[in-house]
């Protein structure tokens, strides 16, 4: 009996300690993914722009297709807005209803936060 106490208590404290080290990792880490594929999308954004003069369109889906979003049920994953002067953000949204994982170009880099431009 005593024995089982100890096991399930070490057992509690592992998961414990295994989620607090989780949670204060780096968005680098936990992220990655998701980091990664928004920075090839961000190198496709950047170069149409160089191109064109200005942002892609929000509902131009072929032109979003081709700079590698990817459209899902509600929109494309990340979220891509963009506001008059210029800049955009791509936003990785949940159902948990944020903050969330965020670029915005005038920051040029990535955190956990709230969109900065609205829909």
């Not at 980091?35 to 149409?48: A, F, K, P, W």
């Amino acid at each position: 009996m005593k024995k089982a106490a100890i096991v399930i208590i070490s057992i509690l404290l592992v998961i414990i300690v295994s989620l607090t080290i989780y949670w204060n990792l780096p968005i680098d880490i936990t992220r990655r993914a998701d980091i990664q594929y928004g920075n090839s999308l961000i190198q496709n954004i950047e170069i149409y722009k160089k191109t064109n003069h200005y942002l892609p369109e929000i509902n131009d889906w072929e032109t979003l297709n081709k700079l590698g979003f990817k459209k899902e049920d509600l929109g494309a994953q990340p979220d891509y807005r963009k506001n008059g002067n210029g800049s955009y953000e791509l936003i990785y949204l949940d159902d948990l209803g944020g903050p969330y994982l965020i670029w915005n170009s005038n920051e040029k880099k990535w955190s956990i936060d709230f969109p900065k431009i609205q829909k």
